[in-house]
Nanobody, 124 residues
Framework: QVLLVESGGGLVQAGGSLRLSCAASGGTSSSYAMGWFRQAPGKERELVAAISWVGGNTYYADSVKGRFTISRDNAKNTVWLQMNDLKPEDTAVYYC?????????????????WGQGTQVTVSS
């Protein structure tokens, strides 16, 4: 069982930056692809960014390309999401997720573990 704990959310003005962290514990000797999802009120959960186990492959939703960067340090069991030039439409609860897979995983149903989420609010 893997426990994922997100942190780093908060309230920021448009154009600002936040860095989300996801710390993993338990079962971390296995290989996991990781992803960041978000869900805004009244909207479906969407994949924002994903990274493979080794970290060489990444995916970004079109809406965040060029603004967000996903990275990981397997030695620290941590994944980050650097979010720059934030926009009000980025407001959502952001979730970290882990999939028991080596490769890049962009399908939410393939993720096995989820964090509780961290709120990101961007004011205009």
């Amino acid at each position: 069982q893997v426990l994922l704990v997100e942190s780093g959310g908060g309230l920021v003005q448009a154009g600002g930056s936040l860095r989300l962290s996801c710390a993993a514990s338990g079962g971390t000797s296995s290989s996991y692809a990781m992803g960041w999802f978000r869900q805004a009120p009244g909207k479906e959960r969407e994949l924002v960014a994903a990274i493979s186990w080794v970290g060489g492959n990444t995916y970004y939703a079109d809406s965040v390309k060029g603004r967000f960067t996903i990275s990981r340090d397997n030695a620290k069991n941590t994944v980050w999401l650097q979010m720059n030039d934030l926009k009000p439409e980025d407001t959502a609860v952001y979730y970290c997720a882990a999939a028991r897979r080596w490769g890049l995983t962009t399908t939410s149903s393939l993720y096995d573990y989820w964090g509780q989420g961290t709120q990101v609010t961007v004011s205009s």
